[in-house]
């Protein structure tokens, strides 16, 4: 199959949990404590790193800094990312198991992958326990993958930064960089990408970028849906995509086709 010997994959919004909701839930829980109400699209932004960073960059943000300093009469510290964190990880330990369920098409596109001889690598910027729901109930329905990397892994350094993905060449037992592909469905994910020095690969179907609900997306007209798809391309393409996928089971074709050496 050419170059490619390992895929890397997301979790939340690639092969899991269609529209990557658990954060949400979680992430508005946390901050509801705290007497704030972020907006869908504050949370979404920096969707993709890991979850007490994620807390800070929502923080910077010029509308939730303005708030807490309003509701807390002073900046936000360190210790208040971690206070916020808590609350995070109590929230999304509650809704967990209800957005495990692997993606439609998920569980056969690894399973044509791996008889490609291609490995199937996983980052994610949940952490190890928060994985330890979420791996064994995706695996029960199809999906698992062959190594797993959460940032407590590399040091507690996750995306956009390359290691998690560096660790999974490693673990895989795979050359080079340049023989692997990055799958995500964030801008953080094809960053990663980026500073890892591989081709990445952003899938709209699902993902925190369209932010919809599979009863959202079903409803979808054919114009709404070019809108959106459109919309969501820029946004990959501006993180440094190489390539742009409408969904996952569109991964196998495009393998083969870089595999040949044809112009994409």
């Known amino acids: 199959m050419g170059k490619i010997k390992a895929v890397i994959l997301d979790w939340a919004g690639t092969t899991v949990d269609f529209g990557s909701f658990a954060p949400i839930e979680a992430f508005t829980a946390a901050f509801k404590a705290f007497g704030i109400a972020p907006t869908a699209e504050e949370i979404r932004a920096p969707m993709g790193l890991a979850k007490r960073a994620h807390i800070e ?3 910077e943000g010029p509308r939730l800094s303005a708030l807490w300093r309003d509701k807390r009469g002073k900046p936000h510290t360190a210790e208040d990312v971690d206070n916020i964190y808590a609350q995070f990880e109590s929230a999304l330990f509650r809704v967990l198991e209800r957005h495990a369920e692997p993606l439609p098409g998920v569980a056969e596109t690894v399973r044509e992958i791996r008889e490609m001889g291609i490995r199937v690598g996983s980052t994610t910027g949940y952490t190890r326990k928060m994985m330890e729901v979420i791996a064994p109930l995706a695996a029960r329905k199809g999906y698992a993958s062959d190594c797993l990397i959460c940032p407590e892994d590399t040091g507690g350094i996750g995306r956009p930064y390359p290691y998690m993905l560096w660790r999974s060449l490693e673990k895989l037992g795979v050359l080079s960089i340049s023989e692997a592909l990055k799958i995500g469905d964030t801008a953080a994910d094809m960053r990663e990408g980026n500073n890892a020095g591989c081709l990445c690969v952003g899938v709209i179907k699902g993902s925190s970028v369209l932010g919809l609900g599979a009863g959202e997306f079903a409803r979808l007209g054919a114009a709404e849906k070019a809108a959106l798809f459109t919309a969501a391309e820029r946004i990959y393409r ?10 996952i089971t569109e991964l196998p074709g495009l393998i083969r086709r870089l595999g040949r050496g044809c112009a994409l």
């Open 238 to 247: 501006e993180a440094g995509a190489d390539f742009v996928l409408s969904e």
């Open 57 to 59: 960059k929502m923080l």
